[in-house]
């Protein structure tokens, strides 16, 4: 029970549902971009600004239901996530309406998808430096050591 409450305290939940979505969406976006020269190939992505949305209200509920300080997190189900029974994060893509329509049916738009791999990049940095920040608090604690 009191792992349990370090493991799901303040904000570590939250980070680590960011870092899962990073992760996956980066494997959405390389496979777009290795196929990026196939016929007929339409590229396929997660919103970001959805996953968000989502987040948001995740920790709103958890707020509502403990005061915030531990407890689930709840992300729920929407038409692109779905988090499974053990925390992590089922993504359902779907193929982006943008894109130049070229002459073999491929509407990849390399730029485009160049930006998203380093805005998600970033994010997942980022995300992963407040994991490390915060994980590392957690352990001096059960350490007894003063950061």
Same mark, same amino acid.
């Given at each position: ?107 990849? /738009? *390399?730029? #485009? $998808?160049?930006?998203?791999? @380093?805005? &998600? %990049?970033? =994010?997942?940095? +980022? !995300?992963? /430096? *407040?994991? #490390? $920040?915060?994980?590392?608090? @957690?352990? &001096? %604690?059960? =350490?007894?050591? +003063? !950061?």
């Amino acid at each position: 029970m009191f792992i349990d409450q370090l493991s799901n305290a303040g904000s570590l939940p939250v980070v680590e549902a960011a870092l899962r979505f990073a992760s996956q969406r980066q494997k959405l976006i390389a496979h777009n971009i290795a196929n990026f020269e196939t016929p007929n190939f339409q590229p396929v992505d997660v919103s970001p600004k959805r996953f968000q949305e989502a987040l948001a209200g995740a920790v709103k509920d958890r707020r509502r239901a403990t005061g915030g300080m531990h407890g689930e997190l709840s992300i729920g189900r929407s038409s692109e996530i779905e988090q499974s029974r053990d925390g992590g994060l089922i993504l359902r893509p779907r193929t982006s309406v943008g894109g130049v329509l070229a002459h073999d049916r491929n509407s990849s /738009d *390399l730029e #485009r $998808t160049m930006q998203a791999m @380093v805005e &998600n %990049a970033a =994010a997942f940095r +980022v !995300a992963a /430096d *407040l994991f #490390r $920040t915060r994980a590392g608090v @957690v352990k &001096n %604690a059960i =350490a007894e050591r +003063v !950061a």
